[in-house]
């Protein structure tokens, strides 16, 4: 996991970097991180390929219910999706926030929602690694799948410093400090578990009061 973090790390920084050099998101920016999604993918396939089940085991299991509960969430989460984002739009206008705080506070608590469910539910039967590995692939595919489309298809929009200083550098502290307890082979504590919370509050109160 210590490279998965450090991957996310450097493409925060350089998403940072750009944004904060161009004040703006353009295709090119976008094509760039595009770029690096297949790339992950590649990384985390090959990785896992030792890790799973030999195909004499999976031939034995009936992946008829599997993958129709698949079908059924993944509908549901698509039909949640537009539900989600016309709401965030309301609740924007009618507070008088701007887009960008509605995606990143809003719409952002929304799409963490069905995250935190599958990460207690792992942590509660002892996969912590999914629970990490949850939370920095969905990071990782974000910024670059997500914002590399977005970004072909939009062209050009422009980001302001203050938005970009209030985001980024908390998004690579978290991470970094999932790097260190990965590094020193700790495990995740309530301690650990408090700081992550409190760097989540900060995060919040400054983006608030801003």
Not at 14 to 41: C, E, K, Q, R, S
Request: hydrophobic fraction near 55%; include cysteine.
């Amino acid at each position: 996991m210590k490279k998965e973090c450090l991957f996310m790390i450097g493409l925060a920084t350089l998403l940072m970097i750009l944004t904060l050099t161009t004040h703006a998101v353009t295709w090119w920016m976008g094509l760039i991180f595009l770029t690096f999604y297949p790339a992950f993918i590649y990384y985390s396939t090959m990785k896992g390929k030792g890790e799973t089940e030999d195909s004499e085991n999976l031939q034995n299991r009936n992946l008829t219910k599997p993958v129709i509960f698949m079908v059924l969430s993944g509908s549901a989460l698509l039909a949640g999706t537009f539900l989600l984002l016309y709401s965030t739009v309301t609740l924007a206008e009618l507070f008088g926030l701007s887009q960008f705080y509605a995606g990143s506070m809003i719409m952002a608590l929304g799409c963490v929602v069905p995250e935190v469910a599958t990460s207690i539910v792992a942590a509660y039967h002892g996969e912590q690694e999914i629970s990490i590995g949850n939370v920095i692939g969905d990071n990782i595919i974000t910024m670059t799948l997500v914002l590399g489309i977005v970004a072909l298809m939009k062209w050009h929009f422009t980001v302001f410093t203050k938005e970009i200083l209030m985001t980024a550098p908390f998004m690579i502290l978290v991470t970094f400090v999932l790097f260190l307890m990965n590094k020193w082979g700790h495990k995740i504590t309530k301690p650990w578990s408090m700081l992550m919370l409190a760097i989540a509050i900060v995060s919040f109160v400054i983006q608030k009061l801003n």
